[in-house]
């Protein structure tokens, strides 16, 4: 058991610390950690408990947390973790409340939709579909305004028009 919780540690969670395989509860919460997750905690397979709360922990979660079957316990709230949450049993087992506060961090269990749908354009950027929508307005608006003011200016086409409707 390690609880390093409370210590004003800084800097990155060390890589080394995915060597300790018969680890079976960690607790970094309330420091000042910043860097990723390292990809290798899956390694720690006895992990029950894992607590890397309010840091100032960035990236995405490593796919290979997921492979921690005996965790029980996960807080990685108030961190600035984003991306996906890995899909696993696992992972999503965990309350919506293990992983709040991290803004851009998406899928279940939390609320927060992954799935926004981006189209690539010939030179290969992308715009969200939103932006789509959002262009469709406009075109929409400009044509619309663009023939009706057309018809109110104009006094030959404004007479042309009604005579067309009620006649």
Request: glycine share 8%; net charge negative.
């Amino acid at each position: 058991m390690i609880d390093l919780s409370s210590n004003n540690l800084s800097g990155t969670i060390p890589f080394e610390i995915s060597k300790l395989t018969a680890l079976r509860f960690l607790n970094l919460s309330r420091n000042h950690l910043n860097g990723e997750i390292p990809n290798d905690m899956g390694n720690m397979k006895l992990l029950e408990s894992l607590d890397l709360s309010l840091n100032k922990i960035s990236g995405e979660i490593p796919q290979s947390l997921s492979d921690l079957s005996f965790l029980s316990f996960l807080n990685l709230s108030y961190n600035n973790l984003s991306g996906k949450i890995p899909t696993s049993t696992q992972l999503q087992s965990f309350e919506a409340l293990s992983y709040t506060g991290n803004p851009e961090l998406c899928g279940p269990p939390l609320m927060n939709n992954c799935t926004k749908v981006k189209q690539v354009l010939e030179n290969g950027n992308f715009f969200d579909i939103s932006d789509f929508y959002i262009g469709m307005g406009v075109g929409f608006a400009a044509g619309f305004w663009g023939i009706y003011s057309v018809i109110f200016f104009n006094r030959t086409c404004r007479h042309g028009y009604f005579h067309f409707f009620t006649t």
